[in-house]
């Protein structure tokens, strides 16, 4: 079985600052990891992806995430934050070769003047 | 972006009635989901597709059935609407990629209120 915790609900820094934002996951097999964007009325777009290659993965406009397997994470991280990056985020896991992916609840990232 | 169309994008329906949500795509994607955003839940999978009339499904299922007919249409019917569906309900589709994963490509959603 897999999972995914997203640990805190809501996020808030200021322009400027970095932004973590912390993803736990759980698989009895490989995981692949995924991290998507949700802009207020929009669908999800895919930020990054982790499929075994790389454990340092970079997307785009500029965040990052890191394959911990000994801390069974995959903490999303962008070092100075923009107002337009005020948005929901998702981490999730599937496996290789598996259609199917877990999403965690989400984190709502917001960005202060 | 990928194409992906949802419709009706937003939708009021009354308690028993009920309502069909379409999902078209031009991407000739295999694989096709049905899912639900509500808050603190993230997303649910309700129902996916596999190929045109292979469905299963999904976390959340009961009250939904879907149907495909062709591959670049999947359904998502709410029988008799409850309270209780009342969401943004998310279409999205797959293809393998880099040989092993299946990222996924989302709809704009469908907002429906079930008073």
């Known amino acids: 079985a897999q999972s995914v915790t997203q640990l805190g609900s809501h996020v808030s820094v200021s322009e400027g600052a970095l932004v973590l934002l912390r993803c736990n996951y759980s698989s009895s097999v490989p995981p692949y990891l995924f991290w998507y964007v949700q802009y207020p009325n929009q669908g999800l777009q895919l930020l990054l992806k982790?499929?075994?290659?790389?454990?340092l993965v970079k997307g785009i406009n500029g965040f990052e995430a890191e394959f911990k397997k000994s801390e069974t994470s995959f903490h999303l991280t962008k070092p100075s934050a923009h107002m337009s990056d005020a948005a929901e985020y998702f981490c999730?896991?599937?496996?290789?070769?598996?259609?199917?992916?877990?999403f965690g609840a989400g984190t709502r990232l917001f960005v202060k003047a | 972006d990928a194409g992906i169309t949802q419709s009706p994008r937003h939708k009021v329906t009354e308690t028993g009635t009920p309502v069909t949500l379409r999902c078209h795509q031009t991407?000739?994607?295999?694989?096709m989901y049905w899912y639900r955003q509500d808050p603190g839940h993230g997303l649910r999978l309700i129902h996916y597709s596999y190929g045109v009339k292979d469905t299963d499904k999904g976390e959340v299922s009961d009250g939904y059935s879907v149907s495909r007919s062709k591959t670049e249409d999947f359904l998502l019917t709410l029988e008799s609407a409850t309270s209780s569906q009342t969401s943004v309900y998310f279409c999205a589709i797959s293809e393998l990629s880099g040989g092993s994963n299946y990222e996924q490509y989302f709809g704009p959603g469908t907002r429906l209120t079930v008073t």
């Open positions: 999730a896991v599937s496996r290789a070769g598996g259609f199917k992916t877990i």
């Open positions: 991407e000739n994607h295999r694989y």
């Open positions: 982790y499929t075994s290659a790389a454990t």
